[in-house]
């Protein structure tokens, strides 16, 4: 390494603290997440910090050691997708620290003019600028994954709140259904309501469908193998509140839904079920 290059590492290290004050001051954010807690707040301190390891990262990567570099930009990544912070926001921090970057080293050189070439300048600009594009490309897509795996969890459990197993009974338990149902939405109903009806041990299941406005094809078929499958479990499956929409479906997939039991009215069913009940006690 020439001695400009060692004085520059040098310049820029010793900087670093320097710079991450200026970037400190200029931190901008749209309202939401880290940026936006109180500068005296501890998730301010952790800013500093990290801001910091990120210089020094930038800095070593002169140096062909981007090690750093990739864990800063995993740690980064993570930690914003966990405080909601949006990715815009991110973006807007990093080119305002990028220009700063840029400026420290314009003041090196002016310091340096009679040491410093534009042919190095230019290599200087090469490399950092492909370390910054680096680093932005490894925060987003680690952004973007992160928030994919937490939107994804979220979406599951929003999901399984959203078809519960109401247990009325030792062996009567009710599925109410409320809003549009698709195919993702009934697959993970098929799934969650099989173990759930299985675990209560019940020997009645009721698939309220009042709450639907419609369903299509692929849904109406997954909802008749879905009585199919109680059935084998010992589970009998009844439907109440189906619309005739969804019924004309049905009868044009060819679904017979004649041995399952269908009411208009949720009461009903659970009238039919009680009935049967002292029909067999009897």
Known sequence: MKMIEEKLLHFMMENITNMTEEW???????????????????????????????????TQ?????????????ESIASSRTRSATPLYDVIVN???FRSIYYAKIEQFIENHENEVTGKMVIGWVRIIS?????????????????????????????IALGTPVIKVDEQLGIIPL???????????????????????ELEYIILDLSGVPIIDTMVANQIFQLGESFNLLGISMIITGMRPEIAQTSISLGLDFSEMKTFAHLYQAINYIRNMKLVRNI
């Open 24 to 58: 400190f001051d200029k931190v901008y954010t749209s309202g939401i997440g880290v940026y936006a807690q109180p500068k005296n707040s501890e998730a301010f301190v952790q800013l500093r910090a990290m801001n910091a390891k990120f210089n020094k990262a930038v």
């Open 61 to 73: 990567s002169m140096l062909g050691s981007d090690m750093e570099l990739v864990e800063w930009a």
């Open 130 to 158: 492909r370390k910054f594009d680096e680093a932005t490309q490894l925060v987003t897509q680690k952004y973007i994954n992160d928030y994919e795996h937490i939107f994804s969890s979220q979406q599951e459990t929003i």
């Open 94 to 96: 990093f080119s305002t």
């Open 178 to 200: 409320v809003g549009e149902i698709d195919t993702y939405r009934a697959s993970k109903l098929i799934e969650s309501s099989l173990n759930k009806a299985s675990e209560m």
